[in-house]
Structures are given as C-alpha cells and as structure tokens.
C-alpha cells in the first residue's frame, strides 16, 4: 500500500490510501494521510466538485482525528462541521447522518483527548446528537438509525459517570442499533460493538460483554485492523479483569504492544493505565 501511496499522482487519492493503512501501519502513515490532503485542499476546494471537496473534507477530519492531538482534533471538528454542511446543501439534510456522528465521534474523543473540558465536549455532542436522531426517525432508515442509536450510546455512556440509569439508556441505544445494523455491514458493527461492550461492562452484564468484544475482534483481525483490534484487547483486559480472569494482563499488554508498534502513544499511554 506504501506504494501505492507513493505512485498515485492525485493527493486526494494518495490521502485516502494512507489513511486506509493507517489503520494497519500506524503513525508514519498518518502523516502521510495529512500531507497529502493538505496537498490536496486547493484542489479540492477549487475543483467545483461537491464530491470531491465532500471526499476532501472526511478524509481530512478522519485523519486529524486520530492525531490524539488537542489543535489538530478541534480542526477536525471544524471540517467535520463544514461537511455536514456541504451534504445538507448539495444532498438533502437526511444525507447528513453518517457526517453528524462523526462530528459527535470527534467531541467524545476530544473529552477523553481534553478531560478538563470533557464536560463542555460531550454536552455539545449531545446537543449534536439530538437532531441526529431526530433525523434518522424522520428519514426511519434502519441504517441511519442504527449509526444515530449507537453514536448517542457512546455519548451517554461518556458523560454517566456513575449514574445507572444513563448507562442503561445508553445500552438500550446500542441494543437497538445492533438490531438494526445492516448485514452488509459488519465492521460498523463490530466497531459499535465496543461501545455496546463497554456499556455492559458498566452495567457488571461481564460475561455478555466479553462475547460481543470477541465478536468484534474477529472483524478486526480479518480486516488487518491493527489499530481498533488493540482498543478491543484493551476492552477485552478489562472485561476479563472484571471476570478475575488472569488472560486480563496478557491482553493488556497485547493491546499496549500494538499501540506502540503502531507508533500511537496517547493511546499506548492510555492502555498502560487501564487496570491500575
């Protein structure tokens, strides 16, 4: 894929193919990713094309995104913004889901990325998320619903602290999404499974959650998804951790070698503190 990434003359292409092995490779290309769709902006922005700048626009969120880094994530959030936006105008506000969760995705992520403002980011996802789904009920696509369902999921499950009723509303979410999420689909699936896990780890339902991380893992593992199958032996860890399972430590420290052989130090940082 490096290759490819090398040979291809359109930035925009070359920005997708290293986000795409980012997920395998790691950081080196990450930063392939984001100088490529920095080549890419002029380009896009000045082509006309709504499609184009709309590939431009997600591609360049997703990539800052996962910088794990406070400036670089606050402009994602931006671009994600614009790109709701874009498809509002050019494809109809019901178009915009999928685009609105990943606005949601990058607030929650910000919360963990920024704990000081956490407060601030998950109320304005849940603000977010409330015409998201009110969206997706109005456009009744299972679909639609299902990545609405699990994104506010994710968010309630965030900001619950200890409060049960929370995390039981936000397991409810993900049960309806699992329920509705389409066949052809099962990486979405497998990745919305770690928030409906977690949730159930939160609720003490151990044995369930272990069932849906193991679910999960083997979508990642298929796909050579080195970067979400260590967040699922991270949540793997913990739910073993909670079972008294001495697999818990050995998972851990599967989930921490593959952030770092992944060049992901926020997260590796993260993981090593996850049972202590």
């Known amino acids: 894929m490096s290759a490819g990434v090398a040979t291809t003359a359109d930035p925009l292409h070359a920005g ?14 990450l930063e392939r990713a984001l100088g ?3 080549a890419a902006e002029g380009p896009a922005r000045g082509s006309g094309d709504p499609s184009r700048l709309t590939l431009w626009l997600l591609g360049q969120a997703t990539a800052l995104r996962y910088t794990r880094k406070p400036e670089p994530m606050e402009a994602a959030l931006e671009r994600a913004r614009e790109l709701v936006n874009l498809i509002a105008r050019t494809q109809g506000e019901a178009a915009t889901i999928s685009s609105r969760t990943l606005v949601e995705a990058i607030a929650r992520d910000l919360a963990d990325v920024i704990p000081a403002q956490a407060a601030e980011y998950l ?11 009110r969206l997706a009920k109005k456009a009744g696509r299972d679909e639609w619903l299902a990545v ?4 506010r999921g994710d968010l309630l499950l965030r900001s619950a602290a200890a409060d049960r009723r929370t995390v039981r509303r936000a397991a409810a979410l993900h049960e309806d999404a699992r329920r509705r999420w389409p066949a052809r689909d099962p990486y979405g699936r497998a990745q919305a499974g770690l928030g409906y896990a977690e949730a159930l780890l939160a609720l003490h339902e151990d044995a369930k959650a272990e069932l849906i991380v193991r679910e999960a893992l083997a979508i990642f593992l298929a796909n050579t998804d080195r970067y979400h199958e260590a967040g699922g032996r991270l949540l793997l860890a913990r739910v073993l951790y909670a079972l008294d399972e001495s697999d818990a430590l050995d998972e851990q420290a599967a989930a921490v070698a593959l952030y770092r052989r992944l060049g992901c130090r926020w997260e590796a940082s993260r993981a090593e503190a996850a049972l202590s």
Do not use: K
Request: no cysteine.
């Open 16 to 29: 997708w193919a290293a986000l795409r092995a980012f997920f395998s490779d790691g950081t080196d290309a």
């Open 36 to 38: 490529a769709f920095e």
């Open 123 to 133: 109320a304005d996802g849940l603000a977010y998320s409330d015409r998201t789904v």
């Open 148 to 151: 609405a369902a699990a994104s």
